[in-house]
């Protein structure tokens, strides 16, 4: 007798990550399977927190809509069989045409206008590459991916990408009109030897 494989539902990833078991652990549910996520880095959180800052009080000053953190969970596909996908971004952006002025106590249920994921040691190529499908393919229209170690950030969009250097400028496009930030003012300064 063959078994057939059970997928989760977003509905079922909530009451997992909600049990005893799953308390202090970050994960994620990519097509219907829950995925371990490790704890950030110091110098993951302090770049998170350097370009969350910029994000959110750009927004806030020109009332353009909510950043969001801290792994905040995104519903990006919802399949018949259960095989639904539910991504933690280290930094997000929704648009106040979207959304309300508060988010509700739970998971999203809307793609970002903006993911920024911080790359960490433990992120490997493909599934980073698939996160990037995955938030293109549900409607995210722009997609950040900072590499602490080489001080680069990749620009995802629909129809490209690119990769910006520590004297280039990381811009919002039409997703942030005006918002502009030097590369390197992503990343904690350097200590000069």
């Known amino acids: 007798m ?5 997928y989760i539902s977003a ?3 909530l009451e997992i990550v909600g049990s005893p078991e799953y ?5 994620e ?6 995925v371990l996520m490790s704890k950030p880095s110091g110098l993951h959180g ?5 370009l969350g800052a910029k994000l959110f009080n750009y927004a806030a000053e020109n009332g353009l809509g909510i950043v969001t953190a801290a792994e905040t969970g995104f519903i990006l596909e919802r399949n018949p069989d259960g095989r639904d996908t539910v991504r933690a971004l280290d930094i997000a952006f929704l648009s106040s045409a979207r959304v ?3 988010l509700p106590d739970h998971l999203v249920d809307i793609a970002p206008d903006l993911a920024v994921e911080i790359v960490s040691r433990s992120n490997k190529v493909v599934d980073m590459h698939r996160k990037i499908r995955q938030l293109l393919a549900a409607g995210t229209a722009l ?3 900072v590499h602490p170690e080489t001080r680069t950030v990749e620009v995802h969009t629909r129809i490209g990408a690119a990769t910006l250097e520590n004297d280039d400028t990381l811009t919002g496009g039409d997703v942030l ?3 502009e930030i030097p590369v390197r003012e992503i990343f904690p300064a350097q200590a000069s030897s």
């Open 2 to 6: 063959v078994m057939e494989r059970q």
């Open 29 to 34: 549910l990519v097509e219907g399977e829950i």
């Open 11 to 13: 509905e079922g990833y």
């Open 177 to 179: 009109p005006g918002f």
């Open 46 to 50: 302090q770049i998170t927190m350097l």
């Open 100 to 102: 309300p002025a508060v």
């Open 143 to 145: 997609v950040w991916i």
């Open 23 to 27: 308390v202090d652990r970050i994960v």
